[in-house]
Protein backbone atom coordinates (compact mmCIF):
# COMPACT_ATOMS: atom_id res chain seq x y z
CA UNK A 1 0.00 0.00 0.00
CA UNK A 2 1.34 3.68 -0.51
CA UNK A 3 0.13 4.88 2.93
CA UNK A 4 1.20 3.87 6.33
CA UNK A 5 -0.87 1.27 8.07
CA UNK A 6 -1.20 -0.33 11.34
CA UNK A 7 -2.93 -3.73 12.87
CA UNK A 8 -5.05 -4.21 14.65
CA UNK A 9 -7.52 -1.35 14.28
CA UNK A 10 -9.30 -1.79 17.33
CA UNK A 11 -8.08 -4.09 20.29
CA UNK A 12 -9.88 -4.69 23.37
CA UNK A 13 -7.88 -5.92 26.45
CA UNK A 14 -8.73 -7.13 29.70
CA UNK A 15 -6.93 -5.05 32.45
CA UNK A 16 -3.45 -7.00 33.04
CA UNK A 17 -3.19 -8.27 29.42
CA UNK A 18 -0.01 -7.71 26.94
CA UNK A 19 -0.93 -6.10 23.58
CA UNK A 20 1.31 -5.68 20.47
CA UNK A 21 0.45 -2.89 18.11
CA UNK A 22 1.94 -3.36 14.87
CA UNK A 23 3.26 -0.11 12.36
CA UNK A 24 3.85 -0.68 8.65
CA UNK A 25 5.62 3.02 7.36
CA UNK A 26 6.11 3.66 4.07
CA UNK A 27 8.52 2.11 1.92
CA UNK A 28 11.87 3.85 2.32
CA UNK A 29 11.21 5.96 5.18
CA UNK A 30 13.99 6.13 7.73
CA UNK A 31 12.05 8.12 10.61
CA UNK A 32 9.16 5.83 12.25
CA UNK A 33 7.07 7.46 15.59
CA UNK A 34 4.90 6.41 17.85
CA UNK A 35 2.03 8.84 19.20
CA UNK A 36 -0.55 8.25 21.65
CA UNK A 37 -4.15 9.65 21.78
CA UNK A 38 -6.03 10.13 24.58
CA UNK A 39 -9.63 10.77 23.76
CA UNK A 40 -10.49 14.39 23.18
CA UNK A 41 -6.61 15.51 23.43
CA UNK A 42 -4.17 16.09 21.04
CA UNK A 43 -1.41 13.35 20.05
CA UNK A 44 1.24 12.81 22.88
CA UNK A 45 4.52 11.58 21.23
CA UNK A 46 5.81 8.31 22.89
CA UNK A 47 9.22 7.17 21.22
CA UNK A 48 11.49 7.99 17.29
CA UNK A 49 13.11 5.24 15.59
CA UNK A 50 15.66 6.32 12.67
CA UNK A 51 15.99 3.09 10.96
CA UNK A 52 16.28 0.45 13.46
CA UNK A 53 17.91 2.96 16.32
CA UNK A 54 15.50 4.03 19.03
CA UNK A 55 17.17 7.66 19.61
CA UNK A 56 14.56 9.15 21.46
CA UNK A 57 11.95 7.38 23.86
CA UNK A 58 11.08 10.32 26.48
CA UNK A 59 7.76 9.76 25.84
CA UNK A 60 7.21 6.44 27.22
CA UNK A 61 4.81 6.59 30.03
CA UNK A 62 6.25 3.49 32.19
CA UNK A 63 8.90 0.52 31.51
CA UNK A 64 5.29 -1.52 31.02
CA UNK A 65 5.78 0.36 27.33
CA UNK A 66 8.33 -1.24 24.90
CA UNK A 67 8.55 -0.28 21.29
CA UNK A 68 11.54 -1.99 18.86
CA UNK A 69 11.77 -1.84 14.98
CA UNK A 70 14.45 -4.86 14.49
CA UNK A 71 15.11 -4.49 10.77
CA UNK A 72 14.21 -0.47 10.57
CA UNK A 73 11.24 -1.43 8.80
CA UNK A 74 8.20 -2.58 10.61
CA UNK A 75 7.65 -1.45 14.27
CA UNK A 76 5.77 -2.90 17.44
CA UNK A 77 4.77 -1.07 20.14
CA UNK A 78 4.03 -3.38 23.48
CA UNK A 79 2.34 -2.68 26.36
CA UNK A 80 2.78 -4.99 29.31
CA UNK A 81 0.23 -6.01 31.67
CA UNK A 82 -2.58 -3.00 30.59
CA UNK A 83 -3.91 -0.81 32.76
CA UNK A 84 -7.23 1.34 31.71
CA UNK A 85 -5.44 4.49 31.79
CA UNK A 86 -3.41 2.91 28.71
CA UNK A 87 -7.04 3.09 26.66
CA UNK A 88 -6.36 5.50 23.93
CA UNK A 89 -5.40 5.39 20.10
CA UNK A 90 -2.15 4.72 19.38
CA UNK A 91 -0.90 6.32 15.93
CA UNK A 92 1.96 5.77 14.11
CA UNK A 93 4.12 8.18 11.62
CA UNK A 94 7.15 7.97 9.07
CA UNK A 95 8.82 10.11 6.84
CA UNK A 96 11.95 10.69 5.44
CA UNK A 97 14.60 12.76 7.51
CA UNK A 98 13.58 16.12 8.03
CA UNK A 99 9.98 15.42 6.27
CA UNK A 100 6.73 15.21 6.44
CA UNK A 101 5.53 13.18 8.90
CA UNK A 102 2.64 10.33 7.52
CA UNK A 103 0.18 9.10 9.38
CA UNK A 104 -1.33 5.52 9.98
CA UNK A 105 -4.89 5.62 10.72
CA UNK A 106 -4.49 4.38 14.55
CA UNK A 107 -4.77 1.24 16.90
CA UNK A 108 -7.60 2.31 18.86
CA UNK A 109 -6.88 0.22 22.05
CA UNK A 110 -9.99 -0.20 25.12
CA UNK A 111 -8.54 -2.14 28.25
CA UNK A 112 -11.48 -3.30 30.48
CA UNK B 1 9.82 23.66 26.44
CA UNK B 2 7.88 23.94 23.40
CA UNK B 3 4.45 24.05 24.01
CA UNK B 4 1.26 24.82 21.96
CA UNK B 5 -2.31 26.78 22.85
CA UNK B 6 -5.16 26.14 20.83
CA UNK B 7 -7.84 28.68 21.49
CA UNK B 8 -11.58 27.76 21.81
CA UNK B 9 -12.07 23.61 21.83
CA UNK B 10 -15.05 23.82 19.36
CA UNK B 11 -15.76 26.30 17.07
CA UNK B 12 -19.26 26.70 14.89
CA UNK B 13 -19.48 28.43 11.70
CA UNK B 14 -22.64 28.37 9.20
CA UNK B 15 -21.25 26.96 5.58
CA UNK B 16 -19.65 29.45 3.74
CA UNK B 17 -19.10 31.58 6.23
CA UNK B 18 -15.15 32.74 7.51
CA UNK B 19 -12.71 29.42 9.44
CA UNK B 20 -10.33 30.92 11.93
CA UNK B 21 -8.48 28.37 14.19
CA UNK B 22 -6.29 29.63 16.56
CA UNK B 23 -2.61 28.70 17.55
CA UNK B 24 0.04 30.31 19.87
CA UNK B 25 3.26 28.66 20.52
CA UNK B 26 5.53 28.84 23.43
CA UNK B 27 9.25 28.42 22.08
CA UNK B 28 12.70 30.32 22.52
CA UNK B 29 13.52 30.05 18.84
CA UNK B 30 10.67 30.09 16.22
CA UNK B 31 10.11 26.61 15.89
CA UNK B 32 8.59 24.94 12.46
CA UNK B 33 4.79 24.98 12.61
CA UNK B 34 2.19 22.51 11.15
CA UNK B 35 -1.46 22.27 11.11
CA UNK B 36 -3.18 18.58 10.45
CA UNK B 37 -6.69 17.88 10.08
CA UNK B 38 -8.64 14.27 11.91
CA UNK B 39 -11.50 13.10 10.24
CA UNK B 40 -13.02 10.80 12.74
CA UNK B 41 -11.69 7.03 12.73
CA UNK B 42 -9.11 8.32 10.69
CA UNK B 43 -5.13 9.09 10.86
CA UNK B 44 -3.79 12.82 10.45
CA UNK B 45 -3.77 14.46 7.57
CA UNK B 46 -0.73 17.88 7.20
CA UNK B 47 -3.00 20.81 5.78
CA UNK B 48 0.04 22.89 5.83
CA UNK B 49 3.57 23.97 7.34
CA UNK B 50 5.61 26.88 8.02
CA UNK B 51 9.67 26.49 8.23
CA UNK B 52 11.09 29.73 7.83
CA UNK B 53 9.94 30.85 4.50
CA UNK B 54 7.45 32.67 3.50
CA UNK B 55 5.33 34.03 6.78
CA UNK B 56 1.88 33.33 4.68
CA UNK B 57 1.49 29.96 3.88
CA UNK B 58 -1.28 28.09 1.54
CA UNK B 59 -2.20 24.38 1.88
CA UNK B 60 -4.95 22.35 0.90
CA UNK B 61 -8.23 22.72 0.78
CA UNK B 62 -8.32 26.14 0.61
CA UNK B 63 -6.55 26.89 4.14
CA UNK B 64 -3.61 28.90 4.68
CA UNK B 65 -1.98 30.15 7.72
CA UNK B 66 -0.29 33.21 8.79
CA UNK B 67 3.27 32.77 10.84
CA UNK B 68 3.51 35.97 13.41
CA UNK B 69 6.72 35.95 15.41
CA UNK B 70 5.57 39.29 17.44
CA UNK B 71 2.83 36.95 18.44
CA UNK B 72 3.72 33.93 18.49
CA UNK B 73 0.71 32.86 16.56
CA UNK B 74 0.07 30.71 13.58
CA UNK B 75 -4.12 31.16 12.87
CA UNK B 76 -5.40 28.66 10.56
CA UNK B 77 -7.97 30.14 7.84
CA UNK B 78 -9.94 29.46 4.85
CA UNK B 79 -12.29 32.60 3.94
CA UNK B 80 -15.35 30.24 3.02
CA UNK B 81 -16.34 27.18 4.77
CA UNK B 82 -17.62 24.09 3.36
CA UNK B 83 -19.63 21.27 5.27
CA UNK B 84 -16.86 18.76 4.56
CA UNK B 85 -14.43 21.16 6.77
CA UNK B 86 -16.58 19.63 10.08
CA UNK B 87 -13.16 17.67 11.43
CA UNK B 88 -10.55 18.21 14.52
CA UNK B 89 -8.14 20.40 13.65
CA UNK B 90 -4.35 19.90 15.32
CA UNK B 91 -1.71 22.58 15.56
CA UNK B 92 1.74 20.96 16.24
CA UNK B 93 5.50 22.27 16.65
CA UNK B 94 9.24 20.73 15.73
CA UNK B 95 12.26 22.19 16.83
CA UNK B 96 14.31 23.43 13.85
CA UNK B 97 17.20 21.94 15.34
CA UNK B 98 15.73 18.28 15.83
CA UNK B 99 15.42 17.52 12.07
CA UNK B 100 14.17 14.11 12.77
CA UNK B 101 12.31 15.04 16.00
CA UNK B 102 9.00 14.31 17.22
CA UNK B 103 5.96 16.92 16.67
CA UNK B 104 4.23 18.60 20.04
CA UNK B 105 0.32 19.16 18.96
CA UNK B 106 -2.34 21.38 20.74
CA UNK B 107 -5.27 20.20 22.37
CA UNK B 108 -7.25 20.19 19.08
CA UNK B 109 -10.09 22.22 17.90
CA UNK B 110 -13.68 20.79 16.50
CA UNK B 111 -14.82 22.17 13.47
CA UNK B 112 -18.54 22.13 13.17
CA UNK B 113 -19.86 23.29 9.57
CA UNK B 114 -23.74 24.50 9.85
CA UNK B 115 -25.86 24.29 6.56
Known amino acids: GAGVSQSPRYKVAKRGQDVALRCDPI?????LFWYQQALGQGPEFLTY????????KSGLPSDRFFAERPEGSVSTLKIQRTQQEDSAVYLC??????????FGPGTRLTVL | AQSVTQLGSHVSVSEGALVLLRCNYS??????LFWYVQYPNQGLQLLLK??????LVKGINGFEAEFKKSETSFHLTKPSAHMSDAAEYFC?????????????FGQGTELSVKP
Open chain 1, 93 to 102: ASSLISDEQF
Open chain 1, 27 to 31: SGHVS
Open chain 1, 49 to 56: FQNEAQLD
Open chain 2, 27 to 32: SSVPPY
Open chain 2, 50 to 55: YTSAAT
Open chain 2, 92 to 104: AVRSIYNQGGKLI
